[in-house]
């Protein structure tokens, strides 16, 4: 089965601070996306990845940013909190993107900014 | 305008009732369609999924079927559980795209 991990379950930061949210996939998937889930607003894309060291802007990358240094491993970063960005984290991978391939998920991470 | 569009939750049924969440897409060109399911405290797992017209994805009971002169996927189950308690997400994705989600339909099931 597809494992996808993301570092932490529930994270409480502070405005400001600089936020890093992990995600690791085991199943050599090409590429990677970060989601986040609001009431009421789905999920709502904010970048992806297509292969190593490659991004691409999503539905509503500001505020953020990300880095794939490595094939397995997508870290989602908050250059500066604010508390608009409370919300749940979901990281997905998949095989490539110009195909049919179901995007798997890992159980998110809930972020609170104080 | 949306890209996929879901019935509005949530949707509360009893045991044994049937069900149905209606999805309707826009697309371009010849999407792939899926249905993800949401358990409480958990992240979104993949519940079916169709990649042309009038295909039929199927799994635990769920069905839906890819129409294209309609443009819609609705996801229906025959007999609900407790257990089917859960929200459900209707998703397309066109190839060199990632998926583009509803915006969630919250199922309760009472027994």
């Known amino acids: 089965d597809v494992k996808v991990t993301q570092s932490s379950r529930y994270l409480v930061k502070r405005t400001g601070e600089k936020v890093f949210l992990e995600c690791v996939q085991d199943?050599?998937?090409?590429?990677m996306f970060w989601y986040r889930q609001d009431p009421g607003l789905g999920l709502r894309l904010i970048y992806f990845?297509?292969?190593?060291?490659?991004?691409e802007k999503g539905d509503i990358p500001e505020g953020y940013s990300v880095s794939r240094e490595k094939k397995e491993r997508f870290s989602l970063i908050l250059e500066s909190a604010s508390t608009n960005q409370t919300s749940m984290y979901l990281c997905?991978?998949?095989?490539?993107?110009?195909?049919?391939?179901?995007?798997?998920f890992g159980d998110g991470t809930r972020l609170s900014i104080l | 305008g949306d890209s996929v569009t879901q019935m509005e939750g949530p949707v509360t049924l009893s045991e044994e009732a049937f069900l149905t969440i209606n999805c309707t897409y826009t697309?371009?060109?010849?999407?792939?369609l899926f249905w993800y399911v949401q358990y409480p405290g958990e992240g979104l797992q993949l519940l079916l999924k169709a990649t042309k017209a009038d295909d039929k994805g199927s799994n635990k009971g769920f069905e839906a079927t890819y129409r294209k002169e309609t443009t819609s996927f609705h996801l229906e189950k025959g007999s609900v559980q407790v257990s089917d308690s859960a929200v459900y997400f209707c998703?397309?994705?066109?190839?060199?795209?990632?998926?583009?989600f509803g915006k969630g339909t919250t199922l309760s099931v009472s027994s």
């Open positions: 997905a991978s998949s095989f490539q993107a110009a195909g049919n391939q179901p995007q798997h």
């Open positions: 998703a397309r994705k066109e190839a060199g795209t990632a998926l583009i």
């Open positions: 199943m050599d998937h090409e590429n």
């Open positions: 697309a371009t060109g010849y999407p792939s």
């Open positions: 990845s297509y292969d190593v060291k490659m991004k």
